[in-house]
């Protein structure tokens, strides 16, 4: 929910064990504690509205979110939004190396001298313009990598896809976003939406805790909630066009409150017998809604689709 972010690299040289950051005072800080902190004051920052940071300050939680991503003392950590550098720094006791981009350049020149000397790579600029591979390269990295953070709930969904699309994608993600969001993206069918097969496609979402607003400075007025993505190495449920997928996905979901019949010939502009030809190739009963299917269902769909010559009509 910080800002997020891309820079410059800092090092241990090499050959040496990388030095472990400095602890910060926050790390004591009561959850219910309102005053700023420490962090903030020493560097003469405030949290910025416009970029919605709210700073994650209970170290329980951030102890949590670490540990949820099951890091090695091999492995490299991608971290999305770094903020004052809480998680970065329980993240960094437990990777190899750890690359963090942030947004705020204020943000960035603090991080970069409360890191200097470990082996926290800080980076500034905004995540959804750069690529992970990108990223790596800039801190002389490359390899197998996960993802962890807190991410901007105002571009949470977009980013998720961009990372998930990312060549190579990462092994998992540990992030936090919005409740509702996390709730989306784990529901099964009977629940499904858009949002949560578009991260289904590609591996298995949990959601591990709910964060109270307490838990933050200043806090916000959404939940919150920690979301595990287990990534697959290739999409799943056997899709192998997902332009397709998206495309049967998207318009069976144009409108919700539609049996699928109707929806897919509203969201394709065909009739709705094609439509429903189309869901008989795929042994999908025509009077269900979208929110009803799983997985394997958009997949068969999707084949069927294109077994059918992808009929669509014009604009």
């Known amino acids: 929910m910080t800002s997020t972010s891309s820079g410059h690299r800092r090092t241990s040289p090499a050959g040496r064990p990388a030095k472990r950051p400095r602890r910060s005072p926050a790390a004591s800080r009561r959850s219910d504690d309102l005053s700023p902190p420490p962090e903030l004051r020493e560097a003469g920052l405030t949290a910025r509205k416009a970029l919605g940071q709210h700073f994650l300050t209970d170290r ?3 102890r949590q979110i670490a540990a949820a991503a099951g890091l090695s003392p091999q492995e490299t950590v991608i971290e999305i939004g770094a903020g004052l550098g ?8 437990r990777a190899g190396r750890l690359v963090a981009i942030e947004l705020d350049e204020a943000l960035v020149r603090y991080l970069r001298h409360r890191f200097a000397e470990t082996n926290v790579t800080i980076i500034q600029g905004d995540a959804l313009d750069v690529s992970p591979a990108e990223l790596l390269a800039q801190a002389e990295l490359s390899g197998p990598y996960v993802v962890a953070g807190n991410l ?3 571009i949470a969904q977009p980013l998720l896809r961009h990372l998930l699309e990312a060549q190579p994608p990462p092994k998992r ?6 409740a509702e969001v996390a709730e989306s993206i784990v529901a099964g069918p009977g629940a499904m939406s858009l949002l949560g097969v578009s991260i289904q496609l590609y591996g298995e979402p949990r959601l591990l805790f709910h964060v109270p607003p307490s838990a933050f400075y200043p806090p916000p007025k959404v939940r919150s909630a920690v979301l595990r993505i287990d990534v697959a190495a290739q999409p799943r449920a056997g899709v192998r066009d997902v332009e397709a997928f998206f495309r049967l996905a998207r318009a069976g979901f144009s409108a919700r409150r ?8 509203h969201g ?3 009739d709705v ?5 189309l869901l008989a190739d795929a042994a999908v009963d025509p009077t269900l809604r979208a ?9 068969a769909l999707a084949r069927a689709w294109v077994a059918r010559g992808r009929p669509e009509g014009p604009p």
């Open 291 to 299: 929110q009803a299917l799983p997985l394997e269902s958009w997949a």
């Open 86 to 93: 809480g998680l970065t720094a329980e993240l960094a006791e």
């Open 268 to 270: 394709l502009r065909i």
């Open 258 to 265: 539609k049996q699928l019949r109707n929806a897919l010939s």
């Open 152 to 154: 901007p709930y105002a």
């Open 60 to 62: 329980d939680i951030l």
């Open 273 to 277: 017998a094609t439509a429903g030809e």
């Open 173 to 178: 993600l540990v992030v936090m976003v919005q």
